[in-house]
Structure formats: C-alpha cells, structure tokens
C-alpha cells in the first residue's frame, strides 16, 4: 500500500526557537503510527501543521496526495483532527454537538439521525445522546470528541494525546476504540507522551525530541529485533541454588544474575533468554516439575523507550 502522509523536511519556527527541525517521514495507508515525544518535542506542531492550521517554515506534507500548503480544502476533506484542547459547548446536548459537526460537513439532515446513533454506539456514548456535554466525565468527552471527528468518515484520523488526563480504565476503552477504528481501515496517527502504552496498538512508532525525529520504525520489526534481548525474571521461595542449577542445564538461557551483582531482591534472579513464548512457557513447566518453588514468573518489559533507541541506532540518522 502507498503512502498516505508524506512530510518532508518540515521546519516550524517560532522566532529563534526551532519547534520542528526538518522532519521526513512516511506513513503507509491503514498504519497506525504512535507519535512519542516529552513536552515540547514539537508533536502538536507537527499536527497542527498535518491539519492545516499552521503554515510550516520550510519543507512539504501531503495528506492523501493534497499538499497542506496548496490545498487545505482538500486536506480537511480527508482527516479527523482531535486536538489536544478541546472547548465544551454550554447548553448543548451530545446527539445535537454531533448534529452540529455533521450539518458542518455537509451531511443532509436525513442521513444525519442514523449516522449519529452509529457514532453513539462506536464510543459507547448511546446512553448519554440525551445528555448535556458539559455534564460527561472527562473520558466521555474525549469519546465525544473523537465520534467528532468521524462524522464525514474520513480516511486519517489526527489525534492529539487522545488518552490523556484519562484513568487507566478510559485509556483501556480509548486503547479499544482505536483499534476499532484501525480495523475498519483508517490510518491513525497519533501523539502520547509514554511509548510502552501505546506499543501494542501501534504498527510504527515514531520518537521525537526537541523537534528532532530521533526514531522512527516498524513495531513487528523491532519486535523481532527485541527477541534476543528478553530478559525473564523469577522469584522463588526460600534459596535461589536449585533455581540456578536447573537454568545451568536449560535450553536458550544466557547469562544468569542475582543479588549482590544487579540490584534485585534476595529471593529473585533475571537471565537472558532467545527462545520464543512456546519455549518460554516449556522452560517454566520444566523448572515447576523439578519442583523449583516458583513465586513469579515474568519478562521485563525495561524502559521500551531505550530498548528501542538502542535497537534503532543506526537505522534512523
Ligand atoms: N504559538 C507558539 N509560539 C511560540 N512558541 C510555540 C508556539 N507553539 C509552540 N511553541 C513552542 O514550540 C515547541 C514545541 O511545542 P509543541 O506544542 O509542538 O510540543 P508538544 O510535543 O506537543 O508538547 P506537549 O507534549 O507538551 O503537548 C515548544 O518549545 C513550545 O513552547
Ligand atoms: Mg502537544
């Protein structure tokens, strides 16, 4: 499938500040791209400027082949912008901010009832069509907002930080929604600020700091690539030896550390491990039926974010 995005050597300036610094990237269509940056990386520039809201310094972005530049229209014609901020609307219930935002596309009126009670039931809002906005939860607004930006039903959806300020419930339901949308085909890309959350529904990532795209790759590539580098951790009750002694002897195990070498508790060693899950699973039902009293058995997911600088060096300048 061909790109959908095309950025190339973006720059913002804001006076002397270099908010965005010539960013290149791709997005293929139907990708979900997870865009990771801190404060200030220069995501919301980015976005804003993928939305046509803000005029870039230099370079070129082209959403569905239409330049942000030359052809705004078009562009807002094919995206669904979420933004990071969004205003309540006083006095107005949730069936009528849907309505409002339709009859804003041009939807005809007739098609409109229908099409809301779709967008209802997609963010799990349809008990609430009666409702003041004002009156949702937080979580309900943001589900509010991004049933918003789905009304002309368009191919990319632009999300600003969609889970922030959420508890970890709603970042659950808004993790699922997104995979929804994924599935019924549209390409997403979307900003957060913690990489490890948003791994699992992403098929890229992208990693920006201080306005510089310092990595950006393909998950199942760095999956893959991550493979080798697992590393399992066991607590045991009482006395580590015969758990040492029986990794000695165990398939695919690498280099074995406990306390005092690494900073672990007493009753716990991690080692290196190459095998797949299904070895992984043999290897703990092997270690069980030696009678080894396992407490916890479980991979270190690390800090991914280093993990995956590390494992990008080199394939991104
Ligand atoms: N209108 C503006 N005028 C001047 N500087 C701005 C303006 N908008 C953003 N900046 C600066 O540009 C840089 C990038 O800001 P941006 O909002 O794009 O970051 P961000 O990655 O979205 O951060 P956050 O995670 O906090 O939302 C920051 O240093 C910010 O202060
Ligand atoms: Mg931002």
Redesign the pocket.
């Known amino acids: 499938m061909g790109n959908i995005i095309e950025i190339e050597g973006l720059t913002k300036k ?2 002397a ?1 270099v ?2 610094n010539n960013l290149t990237l791709n997005v293929e269509e139907g990708a979900v791209v997870g865009f990771i ?10 976005m804003r400027i993928l939305t046509t809201l803000l005029k870039p310094t230099s370079g070129q972005a082209s959403v569905a082949g239409h330049s942000v530049i030359r052809e705004p229209q078009k562009v807002r014609r094919v995206i669904g912008y979420m933004p ?1 901020f969004f205003g309540v609307y006083e006095d107005m219930k949730v069936w009528e901010y849907l309505d409002f935002f339709a009859a804003c596309y041009d939807i005809p009126a007739a098609t409109r009832n229908g099409m809301i009670d779709d967008l209802l039931s997609l963010v799990d809002l349809n008990h609430k069509k009666d409702d003041f906005v004002e009156n949702l939860s937080r979580g309900m607004k943001q589900r509010l907002c991004l049933a918003r930006t789905l009304t002309h039903d368009p191919q990319v959806l632009i999300l ?2 969609p889970a922030s300020g959420l508890d970890p419930r709603a970042r659950i339901e808004m993790r699922e929604l997104l995979r929804e949308l994924k599935n019924m085909g549209k390409t997403i890309f979307f ?1 957060s ?1 913690i990489l490890s959350e948003v791994a699992d529904i992403c098929t890229s990532i992208a990693i ?1 700091e201080a ?1 510089n795209l310092v990595a950006y790759g393909d998950m199942a590539e760095m999956k893959k690539q991550l493979r080798p580098h697992r590393l399992i951790q066991i607590r045991v009750l009482g006395d580590l030896t015969p758990l040492q002694e029986a990794l000695l002897h165990a398939d695919k195990v690498g280099e074995t550390l406990a306390a005092p070498e690494v900073d672990l508790p007493p009753d716990t060693l991690r080692f290196d491990f190459a095998g797949n899950d299904q070895d992984l699973s043999h290897l703990l039902a092997s270690l069980v039926s030696h009678g080894i009293p396992i407490i916890s058995f479980q991979e270190e997911t690390g800090d991914l974010e280093d993990v995956f600088m590390q494992v990008t060096r080199g394939v991104v300048s």
């Open positions: 804001y006076g500040l908010a965005l940056g801190p404060n200030g990386a220069g995501k919301t520039t980015t990071d600003d930080e900003s600020h920006l306005g």
